[in-house]
């Protein structure tokens, strides 16, 4: 029996496997953790000292967190995702510009009181590691898996049409039915927890420091991890699901 849905299955895999890396990127980079000490008394050389060293210091956290915004707004537009409504996108596109503006607000202070402030500032209002990167990833992993359930969806119907034809001509295909059965309810599965990863994080907002805020944001990064890592693994079952149908079809 020719079968021609075993390169198709192969381009599903191909198109899925892609998710694997993706939520490495939920995972909290080392120079997300910023921790900025309270302002204490100093004068003369010293503070000048403290002062040009908080400015050298903020400058680099904004160049590197200009960077990231560039490498996920690249990320976002480089495939489809789940950031339909740009919401995303839109706070990439804001942040670079908001954090240059505090870089020169940094750079112009004369006190370190001020310095400190603006320097915190970076962290608490503009969580690049902590919120956006999470949510730009979350966004195309789920723009991923859609477009691998898509291919695995079309797979599954011109599967379940040979299975029916093999079981009208009075082959015993309980095995690729059962079979057929799981892949669907695996590419269902898969879609729930990639659209409920990117939703739950696209509502992430900046802690400014409020460390309820904090818990919670890292609760949902956490969560959306597992719906990622679960949504991937409901995937490689779906296409197992797919090779043991055409098994039981090349052995009619």
């Not at 904004?62 to 789940?82: F, H, M, V, W, Y």
């Not at 370190?112 to 990167?133: G, H």
Request: proline content about 3%.
């Amino acid at each position: 029996m020719h079968l021609p849905l075993t390169s198709t299955i192969a381009r599903g895999a191909a198109v899925f496997a892609v998710v694997a890396g993706i939520t490495a990127g939920l995972a909290l980079p080392a120079s997300a953790a910023s921790v900025v000490t309270k302002p204490t008394a100093a004068s003369g050389a010293a503070a000048a000292t403290a002062l040009d060293q908080i400015k050298a210091a903020g400058a680099a956290a904004i160049s590197q967190r200009e960077a990231q915004l560039t490498k996920l707004a690249g990320r976002l537009s480089a495939a489809p995702s789940c950031d339909a409504d740009g919401t995303i996108a839109g706070i990439i596109a804001a942040d670079g510009p908001a954090l240059a503006g505090i870089g020169t607000k940094l750079a112009a202070d004369t006190t370190l009181v001020d310095a400190k402030a603006d320097y915190q500032s970076i962290f608490d209002d503009y969580r690049v590691y902590l919120v956006v990167t999470p949510q730009a990833y979350a966004a195309a992993a789920c723009g991923r898996i859609d477009v691998a359930t898509t291919t695995l969806t079309a797979d599954q119907a011109k599967l379940d049409t040979r299975v029916k034809a093999a079981a009208a001509g009075g082959a015993d295909m309980t095995a690729a039915e059962a079979a057929l059965t799981d892949m669907g309810t695996k590419i269902a599965d898969a879609t729930t927890k990639g659209d409920r990863a990117a939703a739950s994080l696209a509502a992430l907002v900046p802690d400014h420091g409020d460390k309820a805020v904090i818990g919670s944001n890292a609760a949902a990064v956490d969560a959306a991890h597992a719906d990622l890592e679960s949504a991937h693994a409901d995937l490689t079952a779906a296409t197992q699901d797919a090779r043991t149908i055409i098994a039981a079809l090349k052995a009619v």
